[in-house]
């Protein structure tokens, strides 16, 4: 089934019909720095006349770039909100073209001195949220989870560490982890993964989230418990089906014009991230990939219009 993708790609090519060449630029999700910069060097390489220029300042800032038309594409790790949606809508007569190109999950962790191994989604956002609602009152000491870390008081206090508003990881873990509760006012948020990942391994009290791919061996991934007690570790399986709680998609965004088609060289990079050449790239970044049939159906609503 791996041809699919391919097939799609070229069925695209074909259809733009010409020498690509110019500037492509791109903006967005902190998650996809690592995947979207190799893609566009590959893709340059393949392409002598194109320059792509790529900036990762979160997926809040995709959406902006696109209603400003800075950029070309946007990319996300979260869906399109509603507002979102209209809004591009109103910005370029069409609504935007959204597709998925990945799937990952956010993981939960803690410093490697911590005894903790688990976690439910209730504890969760008894820790983060500032009034909790997904069923238990506010974690704010490791001894309300029953942890006691070697050598600090029992009392001692829970530092929550996470990402900053303008990031998609941030807007989903709110939605998915802590029922849409607010975050607690004193969580300490980085503008990227790695730098939550670096401040949690520096500070024993500590719990983060970050995307997985970014979470290593300076710190130790909690297994999340379900509703019936299961814990579900990430991986491709449980992402697959949906298994894992704290499992998305990830997105690339881009508007069309009034004739609801997208620009030439915009079709062509969307298509090659795709494709059987760029999708390799993706697992070495830490992200999972969609199915062959889920691309060749994505590269085929690339160069649909909604006018014809």
């Given at each position: 089934?791996?041809?699919?993708?391919?097939?799609?790609?070229?069925?695209?090519?074909?259809?733009?019909?010409?020498?690509?060449?110019?500037?492509?630029?791109?903006?967005?999700?902190?998650?996809?720095?690592?995947?979207?910069?190799?893609?566009?060097?590959?893709?340059?390489?393949?392409?002598?006349?194109?320059?792509?220029?790529?900036?990762?300042?979160?997926?809040?800032?995709?959406?902006?770039?696109?209603?400003?038309?800075?950029?070309?594409?946007?990319?996300?790790?979260?869906?399109?909100?509603?507002?979102?949606?209209?809004?591009?809508?109103?910005?370029?007569?069409?609504?935007?073209?959204?597709?998925?190109?990945?799937?990952?999950?956010?993981?939960?962790?803690?410093?490697?001195?911590?005894?903790?191994?688990?976690?439910?989604?209730?504890?969760?956002?008894?820790?983060?949220?500032?009034?909790?609602?997904?069923?238990?009152?506010?974690?704010?000491?490791?001894?309300?989870?029953?942890?006691?870390?070697?050598?600090?008081?029992?009392?001692?206090?829970?530092?929550?560490?996470?990402?900053?508003?303008?990031?998609?990881?941030?807007?989903?873990?709110?939605?998915?982890?802590?029922?849409?509760?607010?975050?607690?006012?004193?969580?300490?948020?980085?503008?990227?993964?790695?730098?939550?990942?670096?401040?949690?391994?520096?500070?024993?009290?500590?719990?983060?989230?970050?995307?997985?791919?970014?979470?290593?061996?300076?710190?130790?991934?909690?297994?999340?418990?379900?509703?019936?007690?299961?814990?579900?570790?990430?991986?491709?399986?449980?992402?697959?089906?949906?298994?894992?709680?704290?499992?998305?998609?990830?997105?690339?965004?881009?508007?069309?014009?009034?004739?609801?088609?997208?620009?030439?060289?915009?079709?062509?990079?969307?298509?090659?991230?795709?494709?059987?050449?760029?999708?390799?790239?993706?697992?070495?970044e830490g992200l999972q990939t969609i199915s062959d049939i889920e691309r060749a159906a994505a590269v085929a609503t690339l160069s649909e219009s909604d006018h014809d």
């Amino acid at each position: 089934m791996r041809w699919l993708g391919m097939l799609a790609l070229l069925m695209v090519t074909s259809a733009v019909g010409q020498e690509l060449s110019g500037t492509l630029s791109i903006a967005g999700s902190d998650t996809l720095a690592g995947a979207v910069t190799r893609s566009a060097e590959a893709f340059q390489s393949a392409h002598p006349k194109v320059h792509v220029q790529v900036q990762t300042l979160g997926s809040a800032s995709a959406v902006a770039a696109l209603l400003d038309g800075a950029v070309d594409i946007g990319s996300m790790s979260r869906d399109l909100s509603n507002a979102e949606g209209d809004s591009l809508t109103r910005y370029s007569g069409s609504a935007a073209r959204q597709v998925a190109i990945a799937r990952d999950g956010l993981v939960v962790f803690v410093h490697p001195d911590n005894p903790l191994r688990q976690i439910s989604l209730q504890q969760i956002d008894a820790v983060f949220a500032k009034s909790p609602s997904c069923g238990l009152q506010p974690k704010r000491r490791w001894s309300d989870l029953g942890v006691q870390l070697a050598g600090l008081p029992a009392d001692t206090q829970i530092l929550p560490i996470g990402r900053n508003a303008a990031s998609g990881t941030h807007a989903f873990f709110q939605q998915a982890a802590l029922c849409g509760d607010a975050y607690r006012d004193d969580v300490v948020d980085w503008p990227g993964n790695g730098a939550v990942v670096h401040a949690v391994a520096e500070n024993r009290e500590a719990i983060g989230y970050a995307a997985a791919g970014s979470v290593g061996a300076p710190v130790r991934a909690l297994g999340i418990v379900d509703q019936a007690g299961n814990i579900i570790s990430l991986d491709a399986e449980s992402l697959r089906n949906g298994r894992y709680p704290l499992g998305r998609e990830l997105y690339l965004v881009a508007n069309r014009d009034a004739r609801g088609r997208l620009r030439p060289l915009t079709l062509a990079f969307m298509a090659y991230m795709l494709s059987d050449a760029a999708q390799p790239g993706l697992r070495r970044e830490g992200l999972q990939t969609i199915s062959d049939i889920e691309r060749a159906a994505a590269v085929a609503t690339l160069s649909e219009s909604d006018h014809d």
